[in-house]
């Protein structure tokens, strides 16, 4: 099985980096998402890691240890429009490229 | 750009009711996904489907849960006798093939409300 956890909530201010935090804990490890969800809608792509070390795209980064069992998403420059859930989800080797997803972050970001 | 679409976007059926969800995965996918999130909780996993067959399922995709792909664009997922928690949103997820870098573009999502 699977087992993965992200903080529930954080805060932050506009125009500021946030990062929010993954572990998990799986029987295999094929690699690690995260989507951005906002309220009532549904998840879209940000990143993928299979590798240790850090992938920048744009204002998004994304952060991987496999032997830690560890990512972050570092979002920049923070935009109102930034509030929403991040959801991390792992895929297991295998076979099982599925992506399983953790409960999610909910990030405000306010004025 | 492509995209992965559902219909409708919003179901109310009565406890017991048979219930089918539409989706039009994007055209060159090869991999299938249904998942629901019920209201306030995570995006949980129920089945996934490729040439033309069950891959994986959940311990959520029950009896009750059937899946389909009737023809080369339509995925359907079908509930035959709703429960009242069954009630979520269900989106259905494509991707181009199964293995590394490969990400799961989600629909829009159906809204089941069952009462």
């Known amino acids: 099985g699977q087992n993965i956890d992200q903080p529930t909530e954080m805060t932050a201010t506009e125009g500021a980096i946030v990062q929010i935090n993954c572990t998990y804990q799986t029987s295999g490890f094929n690699g690690l998402f995260w989507y951005q969800q906002h309220a009532g809608e549904a998840p879209t792509f940000l990143s993928y890691n299979v590798l240790d070390g850090l992938e920048e795209k744009g204002r998004f980064s994304s952060f991987l240890s496999r032997s830690k069992g560890y990512s972050y998403l570092l979002l920049k420059e923070l935009q109102m429009k930034d509030s929403a859930s991040y959801l991390c989800?792992?895929?297991?080797?295998?076979?099982?490229?599925?992506?399983?997803f953790g409960r999610g972050t909910s990030l405000i970001v306010h004025p | 750009e492509p995209e992965v679409t559902q219909t409708p976007s919003h179901q109310v059926t009565q406890m017991g009711q048979e219930v089918i969800l539409r989706c039009v995965p994007i055209s060159n996918h090869l991999y299938f996904y249904w998942y629901r999130q019920i209201l306030g909780q995570k995006v949980e996993f129920l089945v996934s489907?490729?040439?033309?067959?069950?891959?994986?399922k959940s311990e959520i995709f029950d009896d009750q849960f059937s899946v389909e792909r009737p023809d080369g664009s339509n995925f359907t997922l079908k509930i035959r006798s709703t429960k009242l928690e069954d009630s979520a949103m269900y989106f259905c997820?494509?991707?181009?093939?199964?293995?590394?870098?490969?990400?799961?573009?989600f629909g829009q999502g159906t809204r089941l409300t069952v009462v």
């Open positions: 989800a792992v895929s297991a080797s295998g076979g099982s490229y599925i992506p399983t």
């Open positions: 997820a494509s991707s181009e093939a199964p293995g590394v870098n490969t990400e799961a573009f």
């Open positions: 489907f490729y040439n033309n067959e069950i891959s994986e």
